[in-house]
DNA sequence: GGATACCGGACCGGAATGGTGCGGATTGTA
DNA sequence: TACAATCCGCACCATTCCGGTCCGGTATCC
């Protein structure tokens, strides 16, 4: 497992129905038609994503959402982390104190290495390529992810 | 969040505590006390470890437990995969029928190139690595993820 | 044969997640 | 100015999943 939250699932689902029309103001009703994700939880979600800075909202009749930023500026990672909160692999990361095992934590060290290779993980990829049907034929797995990121 | 299930956490803590000790047999109640986990759960994370193929169990009196494997060749992403199923970001990889939005699931494809980003960057840790209070300075972020992963 | 210890289930309570609804505030239009 | 469209924030509920426990069974050693 080590799954996302479907809803950030869907979250992603609607920043790349966003990005597909950048220039446009979309509502929330017609972002759920487009997304095919159920109304309710299509307003749900953009609230958060509103307050995570990732999408500007326009109230009023005629009002909707757009992206707060160009969708090559915007990686997978933002949106985990608006929906989610911030990305941290291990439970002990967050709730510093209560650790019954604090004394032989050796591996924590270890754990927050690998929270980093995850985050660099989630960065590698913008909304702009999750819009596209495939990000060119796949790269193969030997080009580094650090170059993916900053193509 | 994206957090790993605390039973995962548990589990890696175990692995790292018998990586310590490779030659000796411990049974569950000594490895709950070195690890500080509750007996019970020790029990049952070490049930599905075995399952997994990464501890090998001996039964009958002066029974226990020890690595099917050396420690330099359990990574995280083993241990993960033994307590959580295959590592799999989204859902919707699993269930493969009754997505409902099949038609619209561009991103889908992008979704797999994070999962396997996600499985190198486990697999780039070992046991042996765990069990080390710190694995040198900490190799800085620019070193590409491949690299570490094929070290 | 008895004690030790693993094995494979079933089982349960609590938390988190997914999903829904409602009153309120803001903006455009007639 | 009144009304309609639309976002906003919060509270709420049901279900699922997770962490944790227990028990009967089996294998091994003394």
């Not at 497992?1 to 479907?6: D, E, G, T």
């Not at 030997?142 to 193509?151: G, I, M, Q, T, Y």
């Given at each position: 497992m080590l799954k996302i939250a479907k809803l950030t699932d869907y979250g992603t689902l609607l920043m790349t129905t966003l990005a597909l029309?950048?220039?446009?103001?979309?509502?929330?009703?017609?972002?759920?038609v487009?997304?095919?994700?159920?109304a309710p939880t299509v307003a749900k979600l953009l609230k958060l994503l509103v307050k995570g800075g990732l999408v500007e909202s326009t109230r009023g009749a005629h009002g909707g959402?757009?992206?707060a930023r160009d969708a090559t500026t915007i990686t997978v990672a933002d949106v985990v982390t608006?929906?989610?909160?911030?990305?941290a692999?291990?439970?002990c990361a967050l709730h510093g104190g209560g650790?019954?095992?604090?004394?032989?934590?050796?591996?924590?060290?270890?754990?927050?290495?690998?929270?980093?290779?995850v985050r660099d993980a989630l960065s590698a990829v913008?909304?702009?390529?999750?819009a596209q049907p495939r990000t060119r034929p796949k790269?193969?797995?030997?080009?580094?992810l650090s170059a993916v990121a900053h193509e």
């Amino acid at each position: 497992m080590l799954k996302i939250a479907k809803l950030t699932d869907y979250g992603t689902l609607l920043m790349t129905t966003l990005a597909l029309e950048p220039s446009s103001v979309l509502n929330a009703q017609e972002l759920a038609v487009r997304s095919h994700v159920a109304a309710p939880t299509v307003a749900k979600l953009l609230k958060l994503l509103v307050k995570g800075g990732l999408v500007e909202s326009t109230r009023g009749a005629h009002g909707g959402y757009r992206l707060a930023r160009d969708a090559t500026t915007i990686t997978v990672a933002d949106v985990v982390t608006a929906l989610e909160g911030p990305i941290a692999i291990t439970a002990c990361a967050l709730h510093g104190g209560g650790c019954t095992i604090e004394g032989s934590c050796t591996s924590r060290s270890n754990w927050r290495l690998i929270d980093d290779a995850v985050r660099d993980a989630l960065s590698a990829v913008t909304l702009a390529q999750m819009a596209q049907p495939r990000t060119r034929p796949k790269f193969a797995k030997p080009v580094p992810l650090s170059a993916v990121a900053h193509e």
